[in-house]
């Protein structure tokens, strides 16, 4: 189908609060916001080509995958430039392609929506076995599902798709009753600096609050797009999301929106956007005012905040998002993430399976080094989690 209005959004979000977790990007407001506000749409090089399945006789939807043709590899924190260049060095074509994901979202979840039941493997095969199909109909290059669940990437693995694995620093609440609680979990050093972080923040007037959705103005997002404008303007990177998309977000997921604002004199100077799921508070976009620094602000607004409302809610975890070695000495520790391929041309699916090769080595040479380092936690509780 081509845009999510095609399906409703009961159908949809049947699917996604059957799944283990209730992941917020995943559900048809986040993705109905994407395509509406213009950021995910052809013109900016992502077409929507979400996938359904559907009994025969009822009609009931069982499956779904979000995708998109996509006619670049922009936004999706899985990078294949290197494949698309050996692609043209062959004279062959790499774009379009397929990309079965979330826009803009390094986020772990369901890329493949199964109803459970008795009947969920063979539904998710024949998902799986529908875009391959999609694929070789619309003769593209090749298909990617970016940051499924592990679960998910092992089925498609046992299908013939070429496996990738990265690595993310996410936070794990261990039954922590207070911030307090958790720093008291930290090797000294590491406490005493994540306190003096935080103390910085006040001696430079900075007062940080957190604001649900629904109670964020529009002026205010209007401030937050500014802010995202500037962080992408000093990364010298492109804005995917428009101005409208944060009005949508705000007005149609506001429970599950929660923005992180700094103020200094009465004025907004900085904000990082987060949304929550059942199990996990996902950080997202951050900025300040002009691309302005403040000593120790985006520590402040985007890991601690987060985790002190993961704490309050009793969520397992926070997802701070993509990169970021810095973050291990303040609590998060590494996970692997995942991603399968889908390459039909046998020259290319051989190219790719010794880049994947030659990669995999080198992240395990990242995880032993970073296991070396050690964890910042009194005891070494660093380990692995193979996603969900």
């Known amino acids: 189908i ?10 949809w979000d049947g699917l996604v609060a059957a799944q283990c977790e209730v992941n917020p990007f995943l559900k048809w407001a986040f993705l109905h916001a994407l395509e509406a506000s213009k950021s995910a749409v052809p013109e900016e090089g992502w077409g929507p080509h979400h996938v359904t399945v559907r009994d025969a006789g009822s009609g009931q939807l069982l499956g779904a995958a ?50 459970p039941g008795p009947l969920a493997p063979t539904v998710l095969k024949a998902l799986a076995q529908t875009l391959v199909s999609i694929t070789d109909e619309l003769r593209v290059s090749s298909l990617h599902v970016t940051f499924p669940t592990g679960e998910e990437w092992a089925a498609l693995g046992a299908l ?3 496996q990738r694995r990265g690595i993310q620093y996410h936070w794990e609440n261990r039954g922590y009753s207070s911030f307090e609680d958790f720093l008291a979990d930290l090797k000294q050093s590491k406490r005493k600096s994540i306190r003096q972080e935080r103390k910085s923040i006040a001696k430079q007037g900075l007062a940080v609050r957190r604001v649900a959705g629904s109670e964020v103005t529009a002026a205010q997002w209007d401030t937050f797009h500014s802010f995202y404008q500037a962080t992408v303007d000093k990364k010298w990177g492109s804005a995917y999301l428009t101005r409208e998309f944060w009005h949508m977000l705000g007005s149609e997921m506001g429970d599950e929106v929660m923005l992180v604002v700094a103020e200094q004199e009465g004025q907004t100077v900085a904000a990082a956007l987060n949304l929550v799921g059942s199990a996990c508070v996902y ?5 300040s005012i002009g691309g302005r620094e403040f000593k120790n602000l985006h520590f402040e607004v985007c890991y601690y905040q987060a985790i002190e409302e993961a704490i309050a809610r009793g969520l397992p975890r926070v997802e701070a998002g993509a990169q970021g070695e810095h973050k291990l000495q303040r609590g998060y520790l590494p996970n692997f993430t995942h991603s399968a391929h889908y390459l039909p041309d046998p020259t290319m699916r051989a190219a790719v399976g010794k880049f994947l090769a030659r990669e ?10 970073l296991t070396l380092e050690g964890s910042p936690f009194k005891q070494d509780k660093a380990r692995v989690r193979d996603g969900r």
């Open 360 to 369: 995999e080595a080198q992240l395990q040479y990242t995880w032993q080094a």
């Open 283 to 287: 950080g997202r976009n951050w900025g």
């Open 2 to 11: 081509r845009s999510i209005d095609q399906v409703t959004a009961a159908e």
């Open 66 to 115: 979000p995708m998109y043709l996509k006619g670049h590899s922009y936004g999706e924190y899985v990078f294949d430039s290197s494949w698309a260049n050996y692609s043209h060095m062959m004279g062959k074509r790499y774009y379009p392609k397929l990309q079965v994901c979330v826009p803009f979202t390094p986020v772990t979840g369901n890329r493949l929506l199964v109803q």
């Open 160 to 162: 013939g798709f070429q």
